[in-house]
């Protein structure tokens, strides 16, 4: 035989499988002989392809590493790889198959019957999992190719392609409607592709589908989810290993439903041997792939629906044996594969069977979106009804043309074990019985009881019989017993497809790059990367490194990029009285040219976020916030002034300014040259804030001393970040000026006992108990959080943030425990070692009690604890005469 | 969630622009008693209905607004900056 043109090739178990272009990966390796796909979940029985419509579990396999692949639904690619799963060695031979002969050993529930005690579990479960399930999660880094998200938008989406699809997307772009049609398969046309029922017009409707400018085709997509505000989830698969897997959010002003119907499985003792297929995936077969399915065939069918598939059967050459009524078959034969089947009054030898199944509405997107099922006897459905606004079905799906084959619930006594309901996890009609007789006959309870509808098929296939059985065994109808709740996914997705690429956005400092040639050791604060130390030699150690830098600034001269910050700028006739309102302090008298500490508290007097206040000019005030809490303070300071009609003008300029701040001994010597502006303290006093050139770039200058030195905090135009960097730098190099980062500048302010906001405080802080009495003001007639702070004010707190000394040579971690008297009673917020003390230091919660000076403290290091001693001042140049030299 | 919020500036966009505000309330008088302090600042209606609410488009336009939504069915009935209704 030659092979026909395109062929291409693929691994299989590590062999070469040859597929025709147009195959899928299951119709490929079904030509290639394979009839086992799967074994299944609990038992290890033999599976074939039962649906080849991507409903059932039975082709699930492993492919180029993704496991628990619809193979049906895949098309074949060349060199894909492909492996069986949850068979050993394989898959016709699965040593695990004896397992289904305990099956006796395995009641309905027997996880809550067998494992009720937690030792048991756990010796049990690595056998458990070897034995019972699915693929095999991927390790970690595994899988190959890429994740993205996609985001669209429609007038109208129209989920399915087939007749009705195409249809109604042909007459709402005649109207002039945007349309997006989602279908799964890799051509348009639904069951006219592969039914007998073709017609002409399906061609002429595919073109005008494929042409029309108003409509849009995702071809080989599938929708999981129909969400609020008719949101899609659409998976697009990848189309080559290059390729990323795309979910697409589809927001669509009005969808329609075409998803049609699908064959479901009938019930009778082995209705799952190898070789008994529903009467849609043979069709599929044949049409399709131009595969025979066997040699002789059974179908299994009320006989006016039987008639076409007996036809189709006939004209690909395959003998039929016996067409049965569906009510007469008794079992099917066979061990592995089917060989025949028995009815009440014949048995007929086969290797197929073909089974003409219930047909169901795919209406789980209907029903997640909050139409309602309501059971139709004649059509053996549930049908959709009360369908929310917007949203609307066509075709199949609505219940048009459907008839039952089979009366459900059932007439005769279902019960059997291995008349299989549910696939997925081999739950058979006695299974369900049984959780009956236990109680559990609500179909919410027995479907979470016997897992049946919960496996990767959700319902599919087994949703229907599920139902007809608890109806039976409960003497209840159908509409009474009623249908589980559809959720998304289904079906299932990625969960790479859900994170998607792996963005992760990052800030950068306009110095950046003059950070990473200084040798910095990055911190992630957020999104921005700021440097956590410089690494000037090789080998140095981050200790070494830090020390070295707080020398630098404690002796000499130190430099920081303090870009992050948030930087706020207000103008206006009313900016005062803002302040005065949003600041637990008092703002509006700030003399032009000067800077104030400030506060931010909410109405419980919890504290939000610090930072300076400059006054520029009457109009006109500059603040920073701490580097995480710019967008919170934005909104704050927006949300206030919504109505207020107050004259206040807020630019957000974070991006726009860079800032660094200059600090040491030699700070003023070295930005002295740089600048006209009069830098003696007379001049330019502590607190205060000018306008002046700095390296010719136009600046504002504060003199502030978060470090605890004399220094100036600068802040000029982003793009002169670089330029003034290294001018300053090459300013202090006779004074051997070195840049720090994070970790002394952090060290520098714990000597002062600065707190910062939201390491050394948490949600539930106020001033009080952070020992920042000092900054509410409470004469002002009304701020934030005066309410709660006047409360505050007049009951003492029962816990204080303190400093610490340890009293012997250990660092505890920050977080550590604070014990009194064996009790835990606080926590180390901040603790560095201190080169001033040669101890290690710190911020602590403490009982108020014990916040006094001389008072000690128990601080877990380790796993033992060390005594620490109280301090109530600064561990630094405590009446800040460093900073107003 | 995934309903659509109209702003008054943009228009409707998926909630996911936008930041939660919180009902809209009444802040107490400067020397209002300490009760209607404490109802202002923990309680909340928890309305199931239609309320009145803040919102911040912040992947848009970052401007605040209001809109009352119905808390059940996630609907937007209108929404409008503050100004506006008074």
Excluded at chain 1, 389 to 395: E, H, N, R, T
Excluded at chain 1, 526 to 548: D, F, I, L, M, T
Excluded at chain 1, 578 to 592: F, H, M, N, V
Excluded at chain 1, 678 to 685: M, V
Aim: hydrophobic residues 40%.
């Amino acid at each position: 035989v030659s092979e026909p043109s395109g062929a291409l090739t693929f691994e299989f178990n590590g062999k070469l499988v040859t597929a025709r272009p147009g195959d899928t990966v299951a119709s490929a390796l079904y030509r290639s002989g394979q009839r086992i796909f799967t074994r299944s979940f609990k038992y290890h029985r033999p599976r074939g392809l039962l649906c080849l419509a991507g409903k059932c579990p039975n082709c699930l396999m492993n492919v180029d590493g993704t496991p628990n692949v619809r193979t049906c639904m895949t098309p074949v690619r060349a060199g894909m790889r492909v492996t069986h799963q949850n068979a050993y060695p394989s898959l016709d031979h699965d040593c695990l198959e004896m397992v289904q002969r305990f099956d006796w050993l395995m009641p309905v529930g027997w996880y809550y019957k067998t494992m009720t005690n937690p030792r048991l579990w756990h010796a049990a479960e690595p056998l458990v999992r070897k034995v019972a399930g699915l693929g095999d999660v991927p390790a970690m880094d595994s899988v190959s190719g890429n994740y993205e998200h996609g985001y669209r938008h429609a007038e109208v989406a129209i989920i399915g392609g087939g007749p009705a699809g195409l249809k109604t997307a042909v007459e709402l772009a005649a109207q002039g409607e945007q349309v997006t049609l989602i279908d799964d398969q890799p051509e348009l046309g639904g069951h006219l592709r592969f039914s007998k029922k073709t017609d002409d017009s399906l061609a002429e409707l595919t073109v005008q589908v494929q042409k029309h400018s108003k409509i849009q085709v995702l071809h080989g997509c599938y929708c999981f989810g129909l969400y609020e505000g008719n949101l899609l989830g659409i998976v697009q698969p990848r189309r080559d290993p290059l390729d990323a897997e795309r979910l697409i959010h589809l927001r669509a002003g009005r969808v329609v439903v075409a998803t049609g119907a699908y064959e479901s499985p009938l019930l009778f003792p082995n209705n799952d041997l190898v070789g008994i297929m529903l009467s849609t995936a043979v069709q599929r077969l044949i049409r399709l792939h131009g595969i025979a399915p066997g040699k002789v065939a059974v179908v299994i069918a009320p006989s006016p629906m039987g008639e076409a598939v007996v036809a189709d059967l006939r004209e690909v050459g395959i003998h039929v044996a016996a067409m049965v009524a569906p009510d007469s078959v008794v079992r099917a034969l066979g061990n592995k594969s089917v060989t025949g089947i028995e009815t009440r009054d014949a048995r007929y030898n086969c290797d197929l069977v073909v089974v003409c199944g219930h047909r169901v509405p795919d209406a789980g997107l209907l029903h997640q979106a909050g139409a309602r099922l309501q059971w139709d006897a004649r059509k053996g459905a549930f049908i959709p009804t009360d369908f929310p606004a917007s949203i609307s079905a066509v075709g199949e799906v609505t219940g048009e043309s459907l008839l039952a084959p089979l009366p459900i619930p059932p007439e005769r006594d279902p019960r059997n074990k291995r008349a299989f309901v549910c696939l997925c996890s081999d739950v058979s009609s006695q299974d369900l019985a049984d959780a009956i007789e236990e109680g559990f006959d609500h179909i919410e309870t027995l479907k979470r009881y016997t897992t049946t509808t919960m496996g990767p098929c959700q319902g599919r296939m087994c949703q229907l019989p599920a139902i007809g059985v608890c109806a039976r065994q409960t003497s209840r109808s159908m509409a009474q017993t009623g249908v589980t709740t559809a959720r998304p996914p289904n079906p299932g997705v990625t969960l790479g497809a859900l994170a998607g690429a792996r963005h992760h956005p990052t800030r950068r400092t306009p110095m950046h790059d003059e950070h990473d040639e200084s040798g910095a050791v990055w911190l992630d604060m957020g999104e921005w990367k700021r440097p956590r130390y410089y690494q000037v030699q090789k080998g140095a150690s981050e200790k070494q490194c830090v020390e070295q830098e707080y020398r630098a600034v404690r002796e000499r001269v130190g430099l920081i990029d303090v870009s992050t910050l948030g930087k706020l700028d207000l103008k206006g006739k009313d900016v005062g009285k803002l302040l005065d309102k949003i600041y637990a302090g008092r703002l509006s008298d700030l003399r032009p040219g000067r800077v104030r500490y400030g506060v931010l508290c909410d109405e419980a007097g919890i504290m939000l976020d610090d930072g300076t206040v400059s006054r520029l000019a009457d109009h006109h005030f500059f603040i920073t916030t701490t580097t995480g809490n710019l967008d919170f303070v934005n909104q704050w300071v927006k949300w206030w002034l919504v109505g207020s009609g107050w004259d206040v003008y807020l630019t957000n300029l974070t991006a726009g300014l860079a800032a660094v701040n200059l600090a040491g001994p030699n700070a003023r010597e070295v930005l002295a040259p740089l600048t006209d502006c009069d830098l003696s303290h007379q001049a330019f006093p502590y607190m205060a804030c000018r306008s002046a050139r700095v390296a010719g770039v136009e600046a504002l200058l504060m003199r502030i001393g978060f470090v605890g030195e004399t220094g100036w905090e600068i802040h000029f135009p982003a793009e002169s970040g670089p330029d003034l960097w290294k001018a300053l730098l090459a300013a202090g190099r006779k004074f051997d000026i070195r840049p720090f980062g994070i970790e002394a500048q952090r060290l520098l302010r714990l000597e002062k006992r600065h707190v910062i906001v939201g390491v050394d405080s948490d949600a539930l802080t106020n001033p009080y108990e952070a020992g920042m009495a000092w900054a509410p003001k409470l004469d002002k007639e009304d701020f934030i959080g005066r309410a709660a702070l006047m409360r505050l004010a007049g009951e003492p707190p029962q816990q204080k943030l303190a400093g610490f000394v340890m009293n012997e040579e250990v660092l505890p971690e920050d977080g550590a425990a604070i014990m009194v008297n064996g009790q835990l009673a606080g926590r180390v917020t901040s603790v560095r070692f201190s080169p001033l003390k040669q101890k290690a230091i710190g911020l602590a919660w403490v009982p108020a009690e014990l916040a006094r000076e001389g008072a000690e403290v128990d601080v877990r290091v380790g796993g033992r604890l060390a005594r620490a001693r109280i301090t109530e001042q600064a561990f630094y140049d405590p009446a800040g005469a460093r900073l107003r030299t | 969630v995934s309903f659509l919020v109209r702003c008054p500036q943009c228009g409707h966009r998926s909630v996911y622009e936008f930041r939660f505000g919180g009902e809209v309330k009444q802040r107490p008088a400067p020397g209002a008693p300490e009760a209607d302090w404490v109802n202002y600042t923990y309680t909340k209606v928890n309305e199931a209905g239609v309320q009145k609410e803040w919102w911040f488009h912040r992947s848009g336009c970052r401007q605040w607004f209001q809109a009352r939504r119905n808390t059940v069915t996630n609907e937007v009935q209108e929404s409008f900056f503050p100004e506006e209704t008074t």
